[in-house]
C-alpha cells in the first residue's frame, strides 16, 4: 500500500516562506505524476502544482511567481516552495501521487500565513 507523507507545514506571516516536502513508500515503481492540492476551511480542494513525467510542470494562477515544485529524480518525493505567502494561502497542504490508474493522498499538512 502506497503512503504519502508530508512535512514542512506551520505559521508564518505574510510575505514569509515555507517548504513542503512529501515523501511516498509502499511501492518499488516511481509515480509518474506528483503535486500538491490545498484545502482552505469552506472551499473546494484545489490544485496547487504538479510534475507529470518530470518533463511538465503545471502551477494553479494563484501559485505562478511564487511557489516552485520539484522532484529529485528517480524518487518519490516532491517539494514545494511557497514564497511571498499570503492570508489566502492558509489551508491544508495535501500531496498526492498516481501510479496507473491510482492516486494516492496524504494526510495533509496545515499552512497557516498571518497577517
Known amino acids: 500500500q502506497v503512503q504519502l507523507v508530508e512535512s514542512g507545514g506551520g505559521l508564518v506571516q505574510t510575505g514569509g516562506s515555507l517548504r513542503l516536502a512529501c515523501a511516498a513508500s509502499?511501492?518499488?515503481?516511481?509515480?509518474?505524476?506528483m503535486g500538491w492540492y490545498r484545502q482552505a476551511p469552506g472551499k473546494q480542494r484545489e490544485l496547487v502544482a504538479v510534475k507529470i513525467n518530470s518533463a511538465r510542470t503545471d502551477y494553479a494562477d494563484f501559485a505562478k511567481g511564487r511557489f516552485t515544485i520539484t522532484r529529485e529524480n528517480s524518487k518519490n518525493s516532491v517539494s514545494l516552495q511557497m514564497t511571498s505567502l499570503e492570508p489566502e494561502d492558509t489551508a491544508v497542504y495535501y500531496c498526492?501521487?498516481?501510479?496507473?490508474?491510482?492516486?494516492?493522498w496524504g494526510q495533509g499538512t496545515q499552512v497557516t500565513v498571518s497577517s
Open positions: 498526492y501521487g498516481r501510479l496507473g490508474s491510482e492516486y494516492d
Open positions: 509502499g511501492t518499488r515503481f516511481i509515480m509518474p505524476t
